[in-house]
T-cell receptor, first 110, second 111 residues
Framework: DTAVSQTPKYLVTQMGNDKSIKCEQN?????MYWYKQDSKKFLKIMFS???????INETVPNRFSPKSPDKAHLNLHINSLELGDSAVYFC?????????FGSGTRLTVV | QQQVKQSPQSLIVQKGGISIINCAYE??????FPWYQQFPGKGPALLIA?????SEKKEGRFTISFNKSAKQFSLHIMDSQPGDSATYFC??????????FGAGTTVTVRA
């Protein structure tokens, strides 16, 4: 039973399109995150939600909009995709035993 | 700017050898220092973590050494095995919140 699951695993799309990535956690954690991992493997936080409330919004273009319908779900919607958005996006949740990451969504914008 | 600096970028070690990865931080408010292991196509997974009230923590073949005055911490992988080949990330946060990651170290263990 996967603790943090995100879909899809792969996403290939054209520039200018709008896409969404979904994330769900079954760990009962209150806090969820989106991280971006670039081609050099650097992990950078994008957003954090605590119990459906946005608490971290790093310097991310407003084309990226997170939504948390409940504390177990955190989705990421991206408008007007650009080539530079190509990366692996990780969802994570945190509790008393640290962060648990999903397996990532590899987004390729062509 | 990057709040946690990690080195080396990559290292190669023979099976049975010791892998050492170093990290340094600036923010003295950080109070949680985890290490993550990432295999290709997978998300980072928590390996071991330390808080600044101890100078060393060991779990199996993995040991964290922590030097609060120098603002440095390191991961030692003893008796390295081919299955340890992965990318390792150090990280730091205050109150287990908003982890800042190092740039990662790719470890290759040669059989």
């Amino acid at each position: 039973d996967t603790a943090v699951s995100q879909t899809p695993k792969y996403l290939v799309t054209q520039m200018g399109n709008d896409k969404s990535i979904k994330c769900e956690q079954n760990l009962g954690h209150d806090t969820m995150y989106w991280y971006k991992q670039d081609s050099k493997k650097f992990l950078k936080i994008m957003f954090s939600y605590n119990n459906k409330e946005l608490i971290i919004n790093e310097t991310v273009p407003n084309r990226f909009s997170p939504k948390s319908p409940d504390k177990a779900h955190l989705n990421l919607h991206i408008n007007s995709l650009e080539l530079g958005d190509s990366a692996v996006y990780f969802c994570a949740s945190s509790g008393t035993h640290g962060y648990t990451f999903g397996s990532g969504t590899r987004l390729t914008v062509v | 700017q990057q709040q946690v600096k990690q080195s080396p970028q990559s290292l190669i070690v023979q099976k049975g050898g010791i892998s050492i990865i170093n990290c340094a931080y600036e923010n003295t408010a950080f109070d949680y220092f985890p290490w993550y292991q990432q295999f290709p196509g997978k998300g980072p997974a928590l390996l071991i973590a330390i808080r600044p009230d101890v100078s060393e923590k060991k779990e199996g073949r993995f040991t964290i050494s922590f030097n609060k005055s120098a603002k440095q911490f390191s991961l030692h992988i003893m008796d390295s095995q081919p299955g340890d080949s992965a990318t390792y990330f150090c990280a730091a946060s205050k109150n287990d919140y908003k982890l800042s990651f190092g740039a990662g170290t790719t470890v290759t263990v040669r059989a």
